[in-house]
């Protein structure tokens, strides 16, 4: 069973950092897509950044620039490096990867499986 955890969320200043790490277990990830969605409240879950099998990223167009999604297949992990953030950033963060390989479609797929989500505060 795929089980993913995520951490480094909490509280932090506009303009400040923050990492997301996402740890995968219960099968191989190597070659399924793997990414981060948010939701704030009142809102549906959105699109942050994904990473394909072959390291190819996709970013929504809010954070380009800012964010940096990465993937260590010989740790089952992806990571989400966070910079000049902004309150609008706030929102629980997902991470997500696809049940099997296809060819990257920008997000995670198909039939993702789902963390729990960390929350992400960002103080003005």
């Known amino acids: 069973q795929v089980q993913l955890v995520e951490s480094g969320g909490g509280l932090v200043q506009a303009g400040g950092s923050m990492r997301l790490l996402c740890a995968a277990s219960?099968?191989?990830?190597?070659?399924?897509?793997m990414g981060w969605y948010r939701q704030a409240p009142g809102s549906q879950r959105e699109l942050v950044a994904a990473v394909g099998s072959g390291g190819e990223t996709n970013y929504a167009d809010s954070v380009k620039g800012r964010f940096t999604i990465s993937r260590h297949n010989a740790e089952n992990t992806v990571s989400l490096q966070m910079d000049i953030l902004k309150p609008e950033d706030t929102a629980v963060y997902y991470c997500?990867?696809?049940?099997?390989?296809?060819?990257?479609?920008?997000?995670?797929?198909?039939?993702?499986?789902w963390g729990r989500g960390t929350q992400v505060t960002v103080s003005s």
């Open positions: 997500c990867v696809g049940e099997r390989y296809v060819r990257f479609t920008g997000r995670c797929h198909p039939a993702p499986t």
């Open positions: 219960g099968s191989t990830f190597s070659r399924k897509a």
